[in-house]
């Protein structure tokens, strides 16, 4: 004892001495001088910091919010500019202001803006909406002040040239030709015009004038009327320097977004337009509230409950049941001030699916939704909520939505917001809503039914004299029905997300599937692929699309709803190279989600009444991607593969799935899914070790048998050729298609740069649609495939100009092969490949069907985690050797369609009313 208590005082006395030879510090008699201030802080009338963020109102009036997160190495910028003065009432002119902002000054030595984008490695969009004209860049995190004060200049300093605004007017006025031509846009337009008031933009085409437009722009494009939100990799106070440093900092008073235009006098209106097509398509809008409301919240579950999810109550009701609706949405358009409630129907049923989406109106205002109901609906909104969180513009247009309704700080707090909505609430919501006195009704009727010579006061009065009738029938069928019983999901806790990054891990499961596991706890979700080899290249034209009719059927409509009532989702994927299925549920809940679908998977039951369902569903789908890009590119590749599956397109599908039967689901089932080893790739909130118990369980054994893959390498078409097709839609969609070498092949990298020079904001774009004023749109699609793949080439143009389009298109595309480019387009063709492969690995399941493809091509784990760094070891003479082997001129496929036939006939306005 006495020896600790020595050694204990040694200790101490020498822990003295050497206190007390070390410097002592001394307080000072002057104060220290404070630390200088932010740069941003001197110029702010207020800065907060919260959950999401950061908030700060400088003293021009301009509003920043900044959003860090470390989910991906990417930054988005959106700046919000309100529609005030001119552009208030005015969507041609706000539209045509936006686009000469897009479009940038006079080039001068630093590039078009389209270029400067293009060399950052970044993507640019913008919108108009009744409040706000939107121009957002995303980009790599490291370009972040390369990107604002490319936002800045564009924003300051368009061009008022009167030849660029002739130019932007005309393709403009191209682009919303062919934009109401699509299924669906004319009658939303039309819905919106009838439902606030706001004129539908106009496509005349006549050049604005550059002093009303140079006007416009100086009222409106003030950092007093901006709001600029930011969300990415980055750090808030170095965002908010460097905007200070960009903008003028002169004292100005806020100018907020104009309030809520004047509706028209209340009443039940409506429009009767003629599309294309064999189905009909209604569109309901019903007046509601702003966001920010007290009852806002309920009424997104109204909207969710009626038209959220394939298992809806429109859907899972009038749907696969009663065989009236082959498909419905709702949602709450906040811009608009709107229930958007969207149907399609056969054209002779649609009397009947009108008078059946009123009738489930009127149940949900009699009578509260029952509690397995409502966990559908709020768990179809929470899963559209963390899906909007795996990016970043997802993150930034989320907080510029808490922005705009009056509290910033929300942006976590709309999962609560929904959780606390009690099953009154949703029915107050309805009766106080969805009246026909507060709606408006537009219906596209298809191209061979008969005029409809009636008013809005016939429809309103047919409408409510058939209600009680049907309401009385629709209750004794569900009297008679069986239900089935469900499982609740239980109580969450509260989820605390983080942002740190995981490496990819791999597992092999003995006798079973590969597993790749990518954890990602940023969101309380489990995306998971579970997938075949096989897919489109195992069909012949005996049987083209036999894969995605079996995955549809092999669903039932319980099984579904069950998922759906866990907050999760089902997705099937037929793609060319490997088919199967995502789930996407709460960590909590995925056990319990899983085990149905795996079930499922194994032994499915084909019932022929069920088939027959979805055989009609999938020709509806098939019908209303007809004259898509889509499908153009399906058309070239017809010709491009020739023999090969790859070749099969939507029209021979079409003409093969009636016959289709159940039983032949049942025999293709057994070759190419029982018994056979899928691959499974999952992100998400769980570990690989609590996943792989599950797939040992049901998906390995002794006579589990390897998915090899199947089928030749597709051969090089020797000789291209031109093909005409024509549309009665407006404008021209021109194609130039080549053979792309396989995933496997050594040209990998190389192709991917190319796709970076002309694709997105690249050369096509820049030539066609800046400088020569073709196109409205211009792109190059890679599409990757594991025997052999497509590059196109692809252009939208007005009625005219296609010829000269086309020319200028198929020289920039031999040029590339013809000689190297120039070092700084080299350079910003690279930016532009890495860029493009980090936005597209944000969304989870992008990054799992990349995940699926990287590995089921042989490569390894390193090769999938150095991607970026091999895109970066291509050289200029890899480039234009790739170039010259694959953009050959002579095996070019060539598809032009459109050529003026019929343009400008489809949907015109027949009939139209209103009802005081």
């Not at 191209?447 to 008013?455: A, K, Y």
């Not at 006579?703 to 090089?716: D, I, K, L, Y």
Request: glycine share 12%.
């Amino acid at each position: 004892m006495n020896g600790i208590r020595y050694g204990v005082a040694i200790a101490a006395a020498g822990f003295l001495l050497v206190s007390l030879g070390l410097p002592q510090s001394r307080r000072s008699g002057r104060r220290a001088a404070p630390e200088p201030r932010a740069p941003f802080l001197l110029e702010s009338l207020s800065y907060e910091e919260a959950a999401p963020g950061a908030r700060v109102v400088l003293k021009n009036g301009m509003t920043v919010l900044v959003h860090e997160t470390r989910t991906a190495p990417l930054v988005s910028v959106r700046a919000y500019v309100s529609r005030v003065g001119p552009l208030a009432a005015d969507d041609t002119l706000a539209e045509l202001l936006g686009a000469l902002v897009c479009r940038g000054g006079a080039p001068g030595s630093a590039g078009t803006f389209r270029q400067r984008v293009h060399a950052l490695g970044g993507v640019f969009s913008r919108s108009t909406d009744p409040g706000h004209n939107l121009l957002e860049i995303v980009a790599p995190a490291e370009r972040w002040r390369q990107v604002l004060a490319l936002q800045a200049e564009a924003v300051r300093r368009p061009s008022f040239d009167p030849e660029v605004v002739r130019a932007e007017s005309r393709l403009l006025a191209a682009e919303a030709r062919a934009r109401q031509a699509r299924p669906g846009e004319e009658a939303r337009a039309a819905l919106f015009e009838e439902g606030s008031g706001r004129a539908a933009p106009r496509d005349d085409g006549k050049p604005g004038d550059p002093e009303k437009v140079r006007a416009a722009f100086a009222a409106a494009y003030t950092p007093a009327a901006m709001t600029l939100v930011v969300a990415g990799d980055v750090r808030s106070s170095d965002i908010l320097n460097e905007i200070v440093r960009l903008y003028d900092m002169s004292p100005r008073p806020r100018i907020g977004a104009p309030g809520r235009l004047a509706r028209q006098a209340a009443g039940f209106r409506y429009r009767a337009l003629r599309g294309e097509g064999p189905q009909a398509r209604i569109l309901f809008g019903f007046r509601t509230a702003p966001e920010g409301g007290g009852d806002y919240a309920a009424t997104e579950v109204l909207a969710a409950l009626l038209g959220g999810g394939s298992s809806s109550l429109l859907e899972a009701r009038w749907g696969e049941r009663e065989g009236l609706l082959l498909g419905a949405r709702a949602l709450v358009a906040s811009a608009r001030g709107m229930l958007l409630l969207e149907a399609e129907t056969d054209g002779e049923d649609i009397d009947r699916a009108e008078l059946a989406i009123m009738t489930e109106i009127e149940r949900i205002q009699r009578r509260d939704p029952e509690r397995a109901e409502m966990e559908r609906a709020i768990g179809c909104l929470e899963r559209s909520y963390w899906r909007a969180l795996e990016t970043v513009g997802g993150r930034a247009a989320l907080l510029a939505r808490c922005e705009f309704s009056g509290n910033w700080k929300r942006m976590r707090s709309y999962p609560i917001e929904w959780r606390r909505v009690k099953a009154s609430e949703v029915r107050q919501a309805a009766g106080r809503y969805l009246g026909l006195d507060n709606g408006v009704l537009v219906e596209c009727l298809p191209g061979s039914s008969g005029r409809r010579s009636v008013t809005a006061a016939v429809v309103k009065k047919t409408l409510e004299g058939l209600l009680p009738a049907a309401l009385e029938e629709a209750g004794r069928k569900r009297e008679q029905e069986v239900v089935h019983a469900v499982t609740l999901p239980e109580a969450r806790g509260r989820f605390e997300p983080s942002e740190v990054q995981y490496p990819l891990r791999t597992a092999s499961i003995l006798r079973g599937p590969d597993l790749y596991v990518q954890e990602d706890h940023s969101t309380p979700v489990i995306d998971l692929g579970l997938f075949f080899p096989g897919g489109k290249r195992a069909e012949t034209a005996k049987n083209a699309g036999i894969t995605a009719l079996m995955l549809e059927a092999m669903m039932p409509s319980a099984l579904l709803r069950q998922v759906e009532i866990l907050g999760g989702e089902v997705e099937s994927v037929a793609g060319d190279d490997f088919f199967g299925f995502f789930l996407s549920v709460p960590s909590a809940s995925f056990e319990a989600a899983f085990e149905p679908l795996s079930r499922a998977i194994r032994n499915p039951e084909f019932v022929p009444e069920a088939v027959e369902w979805r055989k009609r569903v999938r020709s509806a789908e098939l019908a209303g991607g007809e004259g898509s890009p889509e499908a153009g590119i399906r058309g070239m590749e017809s010709v491009l593969f020739r023999e090969s599956a790859y070749a099969l397109t939507g029209g021979e599908e079409a003409s093969v799935l009636p016959g289709l039967t159940a039983d032949a689901l049942e025999l293709w089932h057994r070759e190419t899914v029982l018994r056979r080893k899928p691959v499974v790739a999952a992100v998400g909130d769980t570990t690989g070790t609590a996943l792989a118990g599950r797939f040992v369980k049901d998906f390995s054994g002794s006579r589990m048998r390897e998915g090899a893959r199947t089928g030749e390498f597709v051969e090089p078409l020797e000789k291209g050729t031109v093909i005409e097709g024509r549309w009665t839609r407006p404008g021209m969609m021109l194609l130039v298609g080549y053979p792309a070498p396989p995933e496997e092949d050594e040209d990998l990298y190389a192709v991917r740069v190319l796709e970076g020079y002309f694709g997105g904001m690249g050369r096509l774009a820049q030539e066609l649609r800046d400088r020569l004023g073709a196109v409205w749109h211009a792109d190059f699609v890679l599409r990757p495939r594991l025997l052999g793949g497509s590059m196109a080439a692809v252009a939208l143009t007005g009625d005219e100009g296609g010829a000269a389009a086309l020319e200028a298109m198929r020289a920039e595309l031999d040029a590339a092969g013809g000689r190297p480019p120039a070092a700084h387009d080299f350079r910003a063709a690279q930016a532009a490949a890495v860029g493009m492969h980090r936005i597209r690995r944000q969304g989870r399941r992008d990054r799992i069907v990349e995940l699926v493809r990287h590995f089921m091509a042989g490569k390894g784990v390193d090769e999938y985690r150095e991607f970026e760094r091999n895109l970066g070891g291509v050289t200029g003479e890899d480039f234009t050797a790739a170039a010259a082997r694959i953009l050959r001129s002579e095996r070019a496929v060539v598809l032009k369609i459109g050529e003026r036939v019929g343009a400008g006939e489809a949907a015109e306005p027949e009939t139209r009313g209103e009802e005081r």
